[in-house]
């Protein structure tokens, strides 16, 4: 079982990042941040050149929920999507949050990151398969 999910599609960074705001807003899942790493680190004097952006998205009655049943997972949370381009492809993924919450090992918080995982993987497909 693998630990990420990771797609790709030949649509521009802008234009996915664009589609998965939208996409996560109709779920109730919000961008708290939009970490540029690629210019985070070209500040600091890195050469790193690759396009590379860190989305942490949050539902709050989610996490909520899951703070409600173990305060420590708040260790996990927000949920973090990852966008970067890869040989000319944009590549958009995420640690599973039933691999993280699977650290806890708490039955009622799989079950509930079992439902997240599902929704933001569904809300990347909306994003690259939108006209």
Known sequence: MSFDFTVETSRGMNEVIEQL??????????VLW???LTEKLQEKG??????????EVCNPKEAQHVLS??????YFLPCKLVVFEDNGKTKVGMPKPTSLIGLADSPELFS???DIEKRLISAI????DRK
């Open 21 to 30: 705001e939208s996409a996560l807003k109709e779920d109730q899942f919000g």
């Open 34 to 36: 939009d970490f540029d």
């Open 46 to 55: 890195m050469d790193f050149a690759t396009p590379y952006r860190i989305l």
């Open 69 to 74: 049943v173990n305060k420590t997972a708040g």
């Open 112 to 114: 509930i990151a079992e």
């Open 125 to 128: 497909h909306k994003a690259i």
